[in-house]
């Protein structure tokens, strides 16, 4: 018990030092983490905001273009110009809304769906690898470290989407 505590208010002096290590480690493992999916969308013309767009119309599908720049937190001429080239390229369906016909429902074609899977598994690869590395109590560390760094809005829309299952 006293190696817990002691460990956990260690945590809270942290030296700048130690924090730049932490901002550095957090770069690199971003690098290598978007590594694979780069190397497919690459293949395609495509870049990492087509593929943002492209997991959270899988994760809720018939998810609103204004929901998706709500998610996205990129400007409405950013997330069009890359939707349309998804549209006309067959990977997205924009279908007009059931209630308001003003709103747009995204939906992953089946071509969509494949490109998605295989963004994700090349993910979910690695991550499964460094989760299985690091062991449960690091990866439960080290999901409150990234919920603690996202803003409150951010944070309930993490949240919200973690809860929905979306």
């Known amino acids: 018990m006293g190696d817990a505590t002691s460990s956990s208010e260690s945590l809270l002096f942290l030296t700048d030092e130690q924090l730049r290590q932490g901002i550095e480690a957090m770069y690199f493992a971003y690098r290598g983490f978007t590594a694979d999916p780069d190397r497919i969308l690459a293949t395609m013309a495509y870049g990492r905001a087509h593929h943002r767009a492209i997991h959270f119309i899988k994760r809720a599908p018939g998810t609103t273009v204004t929901n998706l720049l709500a998610i996205l937190g990129v400007t409405k001429q ?45 993910q979910r690869a690695r991550m499964r690898s460094a989760y299985r590395d690091a062991g449960p109590e690091a990866v439960a560390g080290f999901r409150r470290v990234l919920e603690a760094m996202m803003d409150g809005e951010l944070q309930r829309q993490y949240l919200s989407l973690r809860e929905t299952g979306q």
């Not at 890359?82 to 007009?96: C, F, N, Q, Y």
């Not at 016909?101 to 963004?119: C, M």
Request: glycine share 6%; charged share 35%; aromatic share 2%.
């Open 78 to 122: 950013s997330l069009n110009r890359v939707l349309r080239t998804l549209i006309e390229d067959g990977l997205v369906e924009s279908r007009v809304g059931t209630t308001d016909r003003r709103e747009r429902n995204l939906y992953l074609t089946e071509a969509g769906e494949a490109l998605e899977n295989r963004l994700s598994d090349a």
